[in-house]
């Protein structure tokens, strides 16, 4: 049966960093992205790589400052986080679907259980 399972979060500093990991188990996705949910806010979609060439999708308020890669190999995706900022905190779930350049929760059909990111300030 696939799964996801993300690990990596914490608590950091505002301008610090932070590397989440998601591992996917039993198949191999076209997308993977990720999503975050802060307190008392609706999920919102925060990046996603598509197979078939690598696209790599962000939503405006993290561009340049996450980066999205995948190992295909292991079957990993990671969001890389940099400059973060306390905004930023939320639960973060990693995502799989077959939709290319998904951004939208309804085009994803599995999810990770989430892993809490805390900036401070």
């Known amino acids: 049966q696939a799964q996801l399972v993300e690990s990596g979060g914490g608590l950091v500093q505002a301008g610090g960093s932070l590397r989440l990991s998601c591992a996917a188990s039993g198949r191999t996705f076209y997308t993977m992205g990720w999503f975050r949910q802060a307190p008392g806010k609706e999920r919102e979609f925060v990046a996603a790589?598509?197979?078939?060439?690598?696209?790599?999708y962000y939503t405006d308020s993290v561009k340049g400052r996450f980066t999205i890669s995948r190992d295909n190999a292991k079957n990993m995706v990671y969001l890389q986080m940099n400059s973060l900022k306390p905004d930023d905190t939320a639960v973060y779930s990693c995502?799989?679907?077959?939709?290319?350049?998904?951004?939208?929760?309804?085009?994803?059909?599995?999810w990770g259980q989430g892993t809490q990111v805390t900036v401070s300030s």
């Open positions: 790589n598509s197979l078939g060439g690598g696209s790599n």
């Open positions: 995502a799989a679907g077959a939709v290319i350049g998904a951004t939208r929760e309804s085009e994803y059909t599995l």
